[in-house]
């Protein structure tokens, strides 16, 4: 997928929304680990009821992992009924990828020719080398931990570096990167007042932000401070969204917070 058609995908259904889908068994309704694949079955759900209010969805890797080869084949099957259901979404696979360049190749591989992601992230301390391979796939999209959300991103990404702040020069220095046209970047929904200056770094590029909802990120303040020209967002949701009930209705509810995302976000692109 190309970002023009990202874009008009978030123009047609006046929303930048991305649901995450971080399936945890403990949080699920009860009902459904009596079927034979309770994590798609709940992914499933969550798409039939939201698929229309989103123009993205990112499960992490890491709650399909966690349960073994089982797990990995729940994420098969939720990509492969996204891609063939609404191939019109964009479709992340958050798996902080990032190693030497033959294994950044074959974790690329992975993602985008296997399991056919239209991206994926990727942690770029191992530098060029480790995220070129990424980028050297057509049409799909290496998307880069730049600020993230969490506490812990002050211990590195925001000390000084010969006089600037190391998630600066990471930015600055991705932007000569082989095809650097196909990156996207994290940046947390909880540091908005970041983004100004992360905007005149890299002014067009698209951004994921999580945080907003469960983390405490603000919707406004991150589209004042980091729409672009061409939008350039996706907020991310998961927990807000997904697990809205542990009921049978989990599905409706998920639909209805959804649905309240979407529409703060058509009011924004309105004005």
């Known amino acids: 997928m190309t970002t023009q058609e990202l874009t008009n995908q978030i123009k047609k259904k006046n929303s930048f929304l991305c649901i995450g889908l971080d399936v945890d068994l403990n949080k699920i309704p009860q009902y459904l680990l009596e079927t034979e694949d309770p994590i798609f079955e709940f992914n499933k759900a969550i798409i039939d009821a939201t698929h229309h209010l989103c123009v993205a969805y990112k499960p992490n890797t890491a709650f399909y992992e966690a349960y073994g080869i089982k797990g990995w084949k729940s994420l098969e099957k939720t990509i492969k009924y996204l891609n063939e259901k609404h191939p019109e979404i964009f479709t992340i696979a958050d798996a902080k ?3 030497i360049g033959n ?3 074959m974790y690329a591989k992975a993602f985008f020719e296997d399991l056919a992601f239209d991206s994926v992230t990727v942690a770029p301390y191992m530098g060029k080398d480790s995220v070129e391979p990424f ?3 057509k049409d799909k999209h290496t998307i880069m931990l730049a600020l993230t959300s969490n506490k812990g991103a002050f211990d590195f990404q925001t000390k000084a570096v010969e006089g600037k702040e190391l998630y600066k020069q990471v930015l600055q220095t991705s932007k000569s990167w082989n095809n650097a ?3 996207m970047y994290v940046v947390g929904a909880t540091k908005a007042e970041y983004l100004a200056d ?4 890299i ?3 698209f951004l994921l932000v999580p945080g907003v909802g469960a983390q405490g990120g603000n919707l406004q303040d991150v589209c004042k401070y980091g729409m672009s020209e061409n ?4 907020i991310n949701s998961s927990r807000g969204i997904i697990y809205a009930s542990k009921e049978e209705d989990f599905a409706k509810a998920a639909a209805v917070k959804a649905l309240e995302l979407q529409q ?3 009011t924004i692109l309105n004005k």
């Open 264 to 266: 703060q976000m058509e």
């Open 231 to 234: 939008i350039g967002l996706l």
């Open 181 to 183: 046209q196909n990156l």
């Open 203 to 205: 002014p067009n590029n």
């Open 135 to 137: 980028l050297a796939f």
């Open 97 to 99: 990828r990032g190693d």
């Open 103 to 105: 294994t950044s190749t």
């Open 198 to 201: 992360i905007r005149k770094i």
